[in-house]
Nanobody
Framework: QVHLAESGGGLVKTGDSLRLSCAASGRTFTRFGAAWFRQAPGKGREFVAAVSRGGGFTRYQDSVKGRFTISKDSADNTVYLQMNGLIPGDTGMYSC?????????????????????WGQGTQVTVSE
């Protein structure tokens, strides 16, 4: 079992930055693919960004390209999401997810079904 714990959310103003962290513990894996998803009130879960198991590939939702950066520190099994230029449309509960499939080394899936473990989420609220 892998436990994922997100942190770093908060209430910020338009244009501000936040850095989200997702720490993996328990049965940790040397390498795993990871992604961030978000869910705004009254809306469905939305893909934000993903990084491959090896860390060499990334994928972003079009609306966050150029503003968000996903990265992974394999040494401490932590995934980060650096968010710059935040706008009210970025408001939501941000959850990280881990893909431990050993045969999907380059995968940066935007499908939540491809992820095996999920954290509880951290709230990001961006005011006008």
């Amino acid at each position: 079992q892998v436990h994922l714990a997100e942190s770093g959310g908060g209430l910020v103003k338009t244009g501000d930055s936040l850095r989200l962290s997702c720490a993996a513990s328990g049965r940790t894996f040397t390498r795993f693919g990871a992604a961030w998803f978000r869910q705004a009130p009254g809306k469905g879960r939305e893909f934000v960004a993903a990084v491959s198991r090896g860390g060499g590939f990334t994928r972003y939702q079009d609306s966050v390209k150029g503003r968000f950066t996903i990265s992974k520190d394999s040494a401490d099994n932590t995934v980060y999401l650096q968010m710059n230029g935040l706008i009210p449309g970025d408001t939501g509960m941000y959850s990280c997810a881990a893909d431990v499939n050993p045969f999907a080394d380059a995968s940066t899936s935007d499908n939540p079904r491809d992820y095996d473990y999920w954290g509880q989420g951290t709230q990001v609220t961006v005011s006008e």
